[in-house]
């Protein structure tokens, strides 16, 4: 049995506790079953057990570094990300049309919960992609779907939260940046921001900040906070909905 996770508490869970084969009923889900959900998790076993487990110590031993300009990782982490996507866990809730598995979120996250056992400072790296590409079909444009969407969820582009503030530390619910929208159709980001301890990593970055209709629905400042900032963010139809980012093919 595989130290990692117990396969059979695992699926307790989903069909005898959650009961997520009702899900089936659902037109979005019609086409699913136990059989699909069972061989999905059966991938996300052996990628955990081949690409994430065996270096789980060594990615807390080697921390990323920069070298000559670029960001060197440990070796073993390109290829557990390349096999992360080439399964179809970091686009395993999103449509079909767009290239993904249309799973449930609770299959889909019983599938992460392989990775993030295994090695979950790895696991954040395609984990963290999925949610930047969440944010994107969520809230871009078909414009910025059709441009970010596929490289990411291919795995050709990772994607990561770039924040914080100086006083908010990891609490997205502490932030205190807004987003302004201004009559030329940018937007004027209010507030102090540092960088995330993973952004350097990153092939693509993405600011998290609150989006306001108005100054006047601005937060209050919290006690403490340090500095304060001001800049426009581009006009680019087709950039990331509410963000500030950088561009590097995770290739």
């Not at 031993?61 to 300009?69: H, I, K, N, R």
Request: hydrophobic share 35%.
């Amino acid at each position: 049995m595989t130290t990692v996770l117990d396969p059979r508490d695992l699926r307790f869970l989903l069909y005898e506790l959650l009961e997520v084969e009702q899900l089936t009923t659902r037109p979005r889900f019609a086409e699913q079953g136990r059989e699909v959900y069972d061989a999905v998790l059966d991938t996300a076993q052996a990628v955990a057990e081949t690409h994430y487990l065996p270096n789980r110590k060594r990615n807390d031993q080697e921390e990323p570094t920069v070298v000559d300009g670029r960001v060197v990782t440990q070796p073993e982490l390109k290829p557990a990300f390349h096999a992360t996507a080439e399964a179809g866990i970091i686009a395993s809730t999103h449509d079909a049309e767009r290239g993904g598995l249309q799973l449930p979120h609770v299959v889909a996250s019983a599938a992460i919960a392989w990775l993030e056992a295994a090695n979950i400072g790895s696991a954040s790296y395609p984990m963290l992609t999925a949610g930047a590409a969440n944010l994107i079909a969520a809230f871009g444009s078909e414009a910025q779907k059709s441009r970010w969407l596929p490289p990411m969820l291919e795995g050709r582009f990772g994607g990561t939260m770039a924040l914080t503030e100086p006083d908010a530390g990891s609490g997205l619910a502490d932030l205190r940046t807004i987003a302004i929208p201004q009559p030329d159709g940018t937007y004027r980001l209010e507030g102090a921001t540092s960088g995330s301890p993973r952004a350097s990593t990153s092939s693509r970055r993405t600011s998290s900040i609150w989006c306001s209709p108005a100054s006047s629905a601005r937060p209050r400042a919290r006690r403490g906070s340090r500095s304060s900032s001001s800049r426009s963010t581009s006009s680019d139809p087709t950039a990331a909905p509410a963000s500030r980012t950088t561009s590097r093919s995770a290739d």
